[in-house]
């Protein structure tokens, strides 16, 4: 008598719970996420070979475009919670004996970088949009006699030391103005900082290489 062979089964892998896996994954990275704001102005940096990346958190960055105006931005570090925009605000307040409510603290620790005068940042802040924003983007003020700049460069110091520098030129920006800008640095006791440049890779061909000895 033949004997009789069970059905073999093919191996099944039920992929719904992977599925469910990358969905609430996706979720959490899309809530968690942070994007990076639009800059205060269009820089065109020079270009360099160099392969050093910013850090994406405590840092302070000075823009400086072609025609020589001054912009400025701090983040909050990697812990939003810290509010560091909100503290530096609020000491600027106290230097210019102005008064900002919560929700305004709130909204500017939530904006991108800015290049106004401070009696300007209400209006700034209330903008409707980035267009109405950019309105009151005429520069930061730091010459002589009214050096906010300073003061911003010198209460993000306090409030975040750990908060790194970095200065980001336009290629056709005046040496005069960024020669004075790294004097300001110093000024803070800020003697290490970063320039941003445009990464560029650099090809070498047989023309380029040494002669043989």
């Known amino acids: 008598m033949p004997k009789i062979k069970p059905p073999v089964s093919t191996p099944r892998i039920d992929m719904t719970p992977m599925v469910d896996l990358f969905s609430l994954l996706l979720i959490f990275f899309v809530l968690t996420a942070s994007f990076r704001p639009q800059e205060a102005a269009m820089i065109d940096s020079p270009a360099s070979i160099s392969e050093k990346q910013a850090p994406d958190f405590n840092l302070m960055t000075i823009f400086i475009d072609k025609e020589g105006k001054v912009f400025f931005n701090v983040d909050n570090g990697a812990d939003s919670t810290t509010k560091f925009r909100q503290q530096i605000?609020?000491?600027?307040?106290?230097?210019?004996?102005?008064?900002?409510?919560?929700?305004?603290?709130?909204?500017?620790?939530?904006?991108?970088?800015?290049?106004?005068?401070?009696?300007?940042?209400?209006?700034?802040?209330?903008?409707?949009?980035?267009?109405?924003?950019?309105?009151?983007q005429v520069g930061m003020p730091f010459d002589s006699a009214d050096n906010q700049l300073g003061y911003w460069i010198l209460y993000s110091r306090i409030v975040n030391p750990r908060a790194e520098v970095a200065i980001k030129g336009d290629g056709d920006a005046s040496y005069m103005v960024v020669k004075e800008i790294m004097d300001m640095l110093q000024d803070n006791k800020v003697n290490k900082f970063n320039l941003i440049t445009n990464f560029v890779t650099e090809e070498v061909g047989l023309a380029d290489l040494p002669p043989e000895k």
Do not use: C, V
């Not at 620790?109 to 009696?119: E, W």
């Not at 209400?122 to 009151?136: D, L, Q, V």
């Open 89 to 136: 605000l609020q000491k600027m307040a106290e230097r210019y004996e102005m008064t900002f409510t919560p929700e305004e603290y709130d909204l500017f620790g939530r904006l991108s970088g800015f290049g106004l005068p401070l009696k300007d940042m209400k209006k700034w802040i209330h903008a409707e949009n980035s267009e109405k924003r950019e309105e009151f």
